[in-house]
């Protein structure tokens, strides 16, 4: 069961694997870069396992400690986490114990759109195909994050401007939203308060009003966002059509 659970996930974690590899070994080279031993980006990405996190978090520990700061930026970075694990309240309420703790806590963008797009079949065990898809993911992340940051310090190159992978990630994330969004006003709402919370503070100091900005925004034009349904793009819809 576990056997065949795996040969099924397997291949629906390749394009994954690819990608998890490439974004996963340069966080390594960033965290190298900023002085970093192999052992934080091993551990933070089995622990923290939230990949755009895991760049800010480097910037965050070379910072100075301010909590209040760190915990905002983390729930705003990782909000939409929340709106997977809602959706997957039906599918997980039949599963117990520690595979049920494992599928919540692996959930990241990746694995909740294989592990919510794709229904196994009959003779494929769907709690066993899911938990092999989050850990294989996992283990692409960690060994991707960890093989950057062992050749980040024994492979010495300029490493100016690997900084705006994080940028670049974000950037990323924000225009597939974009295209999977039938409606923009969320995004709309978070540029427009970013950009003026930075002309009017600062890029120092720029961060929690905006958040603060956001988030009253959303509450004001509450009823709009509950109209903006999202139709969501099925990515492994040609690869089904292909099987």
Same mark, same amino acid.
């Given at each position: 069961?576990?056997?065949? #659970? ?47 996190? @895991?760049? /800010? ?5 070379? !910072?100075?400690?301010?909590? /209040?700061?760190?915990?905002?930026? #983390? ?6 986490? =929340? ?12 599963? $117990? ?34 938990? +092999? ?7 692409? +992340?960690?060994?991707? #994050?960890?093989?950057?940051?062992? =050749? ?10 690997? @900084? ?13 939203? +974009?295209?999977? !969004? ?8 978070? /540029? ?10 600062? $890029? ?5 009003? #905006? ?21 969501? $793009?099925?990515?492994? @819809? ?6």
């Amino acid at each position: 069961m576990k056997r065949n #659970a795996l040969k099924y996930a397997f291949p629906y974690t390749l394009p994954i694997c690819a990608g998890f590899l490439f974004l996963g070994m340069s966080y390594g080279f960033f965290a190298s870069s900023k002085g970093f031993s192999f052992i934080y980006p091993l551990f933070m990405s089995m622990f923290i396992f939230a990949g755009s996190m @895991e760049f /800010v978090t480097i910037s965050l520990l070379l !910072a100075s400690f301010n909590p /209040v700061y760190s915990f905002l930026l #983390a729930l705003m970075v990782n909000a939409r986490h =929340l709106f997977y694990g809602i959706s997957m309240l039906d599918t997980y309420k039949d599963y $117990k114990g520690i595979k049920k703790f494992y599928l919540i806590y692996g959930m990241c963008d990746e694995t909740f759109s294989v592990n919510c797009s794709i229904t196994p079949p009959p003779e494929i065990n769907r709690e066993w195909f899911m938990i +092999w898809v989050t850990l294989l993911n996992q283990i692409y +992340w960690v060994f991707g #994050a960890t093989m950057g940051a062992v =050749l980040g310090s024994v492979i010495h190159f300029d490493t100016t401007g690997i @900084e705006f992978v994080m940028t670049a990630l974000f950037f990323v994330m924000f225009l597939d939203q +974009w295209d999977t !969004a039938s409606r923009h006003l969320p995004a709309l709402i978070g /540029v427009i308060c970013s950009f003026s919370c930075l002309l009017l503070f600062g $890029k120092s100091n720029f961060m929690i009003p #905006a958040m603060a900005l956001i988030i009253l925004s959303f509450f004001l034009c509450r009823n709009r966002l509950d109209d903006s349904k999202k139709i969501v $793009k099925n990515p492994h @819809e040609s690869e089904e059509n292909v099987r």
